[in-house]
């Protein structure tokens, strides 16, 4: 099935009063060196510190009675899995996670921390997708699958319903783009808030196989992208949001390690909030473009701002 716009009206209406309706952040700074009206719908701030609470609680609040009952399993490099944690933990439904060893602690820390049970694997060498299922047949339990879902999709949709309903029309709107959840959920509320929106996904440069996809026409492969945009390292898109993007998307852009780094420091000094490194590919892309957005006004999506605070500062020091 594949979600429209009303499956987004939807999901907002079951995540009002449990989702934080974040800010809209400007600077008359940054709109001056690129030349445009930047409005950053800042998702670091959202409950656990990124987006994708909206799509795990909408997806969660839709179970019936025994599939609460039993529970609900699933995968992620991080953030998915603190959703799926503390919506769980919101709706009394208890949550087993799978995560790789290698996930930054403090991610592991605020899904245990949410009272969800972790399971651990090698995210080099390990099919986490298989692992997700075998536990779910195994346990009887629910999978929750971080993009590549119906319910999913539609709750991602809600941050750029908001962002527009709050900031009003946009000229273009730039997304960080992983498996494609957010990407599609944005396109559906942009294409009904905003009909002329030009919409970009902004993928690591390191695995641009989101690009690859959209030229191709189909589902593009790649083996796991090395890059510090820990929440975008996913090896292909999803086929729930795939038909949305063909349809939606004007273009995929990529950005570099150095660049979202740069723009971690620009989130810092200029807008005074963290974003995780994953959270500044939108950004990174609208100040590649700087000079060539005359006037405009641009919608950002900042992801998220999940990031050892050890880690952040290294990244801002430039170790
Ligand atoms: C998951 C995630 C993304 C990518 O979202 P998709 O729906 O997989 O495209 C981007 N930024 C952050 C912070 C994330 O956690």
Redesign the pocket.
Known sequence: MIPTFADVQAAADRLRGHAHRTPVLTSRRFDAEVGAEVLVKA?NLQRMG???FR?AFNALAKLDADQRRAGVVAYS????AQAVALAARILGIPATIVMPHDAPAVKVAATKGYGAQVVTYDRYTEDRERLGAQLAAERGLTLIP??DHPDVVAG?GTAVMELIEDAGPIDALFV?????????GSCLAARALSPQVRIFGVEPEAGDDGRQSLAKGEIVHIDTPVTI?D??Q?QHL?AT?FPILQREVADVLTASDAELVEVMRIFAATYKTVV?P??C?GMAAVRALAGRLPGRRIGVVV??G?VDIERYAALLAGA
């Open positions: 998702e990124a987006f994708k799509g490099s991080g953030n998915h971080p993009y991602q960080p783009l992983g498996g494609g959840g957010l990407l599609a945009a929440g975008a996913t999803g949001g995780e994953t959270g590919l992801s998220g999940n």
